[in-house]
């Protein structure tokens, strides 16, 4: 395995591989979890060769957010990269990969300032930037994204397809932990006191799933089913919900009806960590991403 | 010659010969004159395979602006592009190119919002999201643009470095009629008492840039001796000077001295017709760009 610092050089090392190889790539803020390892699991599958990269965007970060206490276990990273035989990792530094002066962005609008765009000013414009750079560096055939972060999922694949990228755009299943919460690299911010009303959020989305396997349609039933579950939960003191919407998974507008391409997505604070989880509305998947998509 | 309309396919066509040929490309709206010429002779110079694209971008026209009636005189395009020995022709359609529902732009900030940009507001936002979407659809090795258009150039050098993509930008000496009149497709809509007003553009720069070669080095000294020869030559009824800057030619910064990296950039509307012009502070390209760099 590989591990590269230098945009450039990784760059040319994969530009050789253009026309002979596939590339799958797995991009990432490190902090690896088990839904990392899935995605990688499933490039290294599907491709010849993997190419992982492990970067703490800054630029999708608020001023009031956590980039500086954002986990940053490299070791252990680099470690579990190596057991799932990555191929390359691509571990840039901020201001080799930032020169100062920066200033293009890329931005997918109207999807970008909704949802978790609305609470999170500028974070989705920073992810597609630092995507469109990540894409550009490493030039994949394929890209893959958890379900987990669905938003941004349905954001890059919008911009995939508008700026004719020539990248194929895979989501993958959220992985949860045992005892149901969606695994996140934030989660090592729960004191086991939050932990427990954090299990509240996927719990709140498989009432509201199991009602619409009932056959409830209306989604302003199902929101309303799902926030019940939640504020019986979380302590209104400590913790607040941002939003609980049922979307639309290409267009992200708000659902009257549940209908094939629906999910329901939830973004809570539990104490200071902001937690977010979805559940797709397919019983074939239980919720899930249909990952051969 | 091929002619291709189809992004998909001739993003397909083109991908086989990544890593085999060198492909130069020369982005166009069409119109094409002799300075979109040279462009084509640089590049058929330097690569294996050329690519030509023509393309009206509505995205950079603002509502105000000349998009219907922009010349588009394609058969003769095809026949000079031919006679240039283009390999393939990109010639995409409106609204097979921005489906409908685009919704993702490139914008290079700051750079995007002075000089032209204060005149012709989302006009760079719009050129720098159709290059991102026609780099990715022919992922070129080399790309031509003209000095003619400097800040575009400028812009779209700082677009490729900030988002890493791994195509060389060459920027080609302005090429001018007999008259010294810059060559533009704007300029079919200039009746004969409006061209010699706009003759004026080219005298004025060259003013100023022997007053510099004499040993003068203050920018707002130039910058008057500009103004005044074109002041003497517009017709201040029907004429108007959007703005006449010493600029530095990678910040696009205003300058107080002039110094290596500087040049002179104005726009004048001749009546009705929004034209630009300038020359760079090099003796020894005697005000072009040195296109080797």
Redesign the interface.
Known sequence: MKIIRD?VKI?NLL??F???KKIGFVPTMGALHEGHLSLIRKARKENDIVVVSIFVNPLQFGPKEDFKKYPRPIKKDLYLCKKENVDFVFYPDVKSYY?KD??????????SSILCGRYRKGHFKGV??VV??LF??V?PDVAYFGQKDLQQAIIIK??V??????IKIKISPIVRDSDGLALSSRNVYLNPEERKRALSLYRSLKEGFNLWSKGEKNAKKIQRCILNVLYEGIDTKKDSIDYVEIIDTE?LEKKEIIDKKSAAVIAVRIGSTRLIDNIIFDKDSNGLYNSND
């Open positions: 945009p760059q530009s050789k253009s026309n002979k020169k920066h200033l293009t962005f890329v931005e997918v609008e109207k999807l597609t930037t469109t750079k550009n560096t030039k919008k911009m397809e508008d700026l004719n990228f020539p267009s």
